[in-house]
């Protein structure tokens, strides 16, 4: 069974960094990219970020371009995403989710419960 | 940057009755020589992820009730629920994977009357 577990999220004043991890199972991880989408409270969803399988590529919003960065540990079957200099519109449930399999683009067949990351000061 | 455009915004439909959500892009999500048409449908329950309902365009996901349907190529597509049931109430996103950055809809929410 495919799972993915988010985590890291929390309270961070604005200009802050945090670092959000998702850790994956049921599937040969290095095969697939992923991605992170958030959704803002009662907003809809909002692709950040996507890594291809080997890590070579990454791809990113113009709205997070510059702040975050995404980045994986197929070892660890591991997926981060690094959110520096943090503004209040960055609040949002992040969400990873599994999609390419190796150069293909496919749509998010499997998602995280997501982790909430509140900016506020 | 492919902007998706859903209508409606919020649907009321009876159960057992047909609803239709729209879903438009800016550019043709039809990549001709895979001959695939790059647009996903997915499911948001409150308080949980999305769930992938169908893919290129009309191929429902596996374990999903086949009341649900996909239609439409290059720019107009279409989720159908054939007979609405109490379970199917939830918001219903479109989304283009043809290239990055990768786009939503901006989300169509379903009622029953």
């Known amino acids: 069974e495919v799972q993915l577990l988010e985590s890291g999220g929390g309270l961070i004043q604005p200009g802050g960094s945090l670092r959000l991890s998702c850790v994956a199972s049921?599937?040969?991880?290095?095969?697939?990219?992923l991605s992170w989408v958030r959704q803002a409270p009662g907003k809809g969803l909002e692709w950040v970020s996507d890594?291809?399988?080997?890590?070579?590529?990454?791809y990113y919003a113009n709205s997070v371009k510059g702040r975050f960065t995404v980045s994986r540990d197929n070892s660890k079957n591991t997926l981060y995403l690094q959110l520096n200099s943090l503004r209040d519109e960055d609040t949002a449930i992040y969400y990873c989710?599994?999609?390419?399999?190796?150069?293909?683009?496919?749509?998010?067949?499997?998602w995280g419960q997501g982790t909430l990351v509140t900016v506020s000061s | 940057d492919i902007v998706m455009t859903q209508s409606p915004d919020s649907l009321a439909v009876s159960l057992g009755e047909r609803a239709t959500i729209n879903c438009k892009s800016s550019?043709?999500?039809?990549?001709?020589?895979?001959?695939?048409?790059?647009l996903a449908w997915y499911q948001q329950k409150p308080g949980q992820p999305p769930k992938l309902l169908i893919y290129?365009?009309?191929t429902r996901e596996s374990g999903v009730p086949d009341r649900f349907s996909g239609s439409g190529s290059g720019t107009d597509f279409t989720l159908t629920i054939s007979s609405l049931q109490a379970e199917d109430v939830a918001v219903y996103y479109c989304?283009?994977?043809?290239?990055?950055?990768?786009?939503f809809g901006q989300g169509t929410k379903l009622e029953i009357k």
């Open positions: 989304q283009q994977y043809y290239t990055t950055p990768y786009t």
């Open positions: 049921g599937f040969t991880f290095s095969n697939y990219a």
């Open positions: 989710a599994r999609d390419g399999y190796g150069s293909e683009s496919y749509p998010f067949d499997h």
């Open positions: 550019q043709s999500v039809f990549y001709s020589s895979r001959s695939k048409n790059y």
């Open positions: 890594i291809t399988g080997s890590g070579g590529s990454a």
């Open positions: 290129w365009a009309s």
